[in-house]
């Protein structure tokens, strides 16, 4: 089974910049897409961007212009810029079709969470 390890977050001041990062562990054929996403407290998970294999990236409009992903085969970054008080949440690491061998199914996979905290 495939692990997804977060590091990089922590406590930032409102304007700062944050760099979260997301590597696969273990053996793995592909990853169609990678992202992360987050989760508030008393507010349900949002995607905040997202990255497909051949490059195509989305971005939740409350973070566009101030978030930038990027990924190579088993690992996922998100620069975060600009940060706002209303960034504050737990963000996950997600790993979607998911090939361990070629001919396998694709599964999906979830970071444990990292906490992101932006001070006003």
């Known amino acids: 089974q495939v692990q997804l390890v977060e590091s990089g977050g922590g406590l930032v001041q409102s304007r700062g910049s944050l760099r979260l990062s997301c590597a696969a562990s273990?053996?793995?054929?592909?990853?169609?897409?990678m992202g992360w996403y987050r989760q508030a407290p008393g507010k349900p998970r949002e995607a905040v961007a997202t990255?497909?294999?051949?490059?195509r990236t989305n971005y939740a409009d409350s973070v566009q212009g101030r978030f930038t992903i990027s990924r190579d085969k088993k690992t996922v970054t998100l620069q975060m810029n600009s940060l706002k008080p209303e960034d504050t949440a737990v963000y996950y690491c997600?790993?979607?079709?998911?090939?361990?061998?070629?001919?396998?199914?694709?599964?999906?996979?979830w970071g444990q969470g990292t906490q992101v905290t932006v001070s006003s």
């Open positions: 990255s497909t294999r051949d490059g």
């Open positions: 273990g053996m793995v054929y592909s990853i169609n897409t």
């Open positions: 997600n790993a979607n079709g998911v090939y361990l061998q070629p001919f396998d199914r694709p599964y999906e996979y």
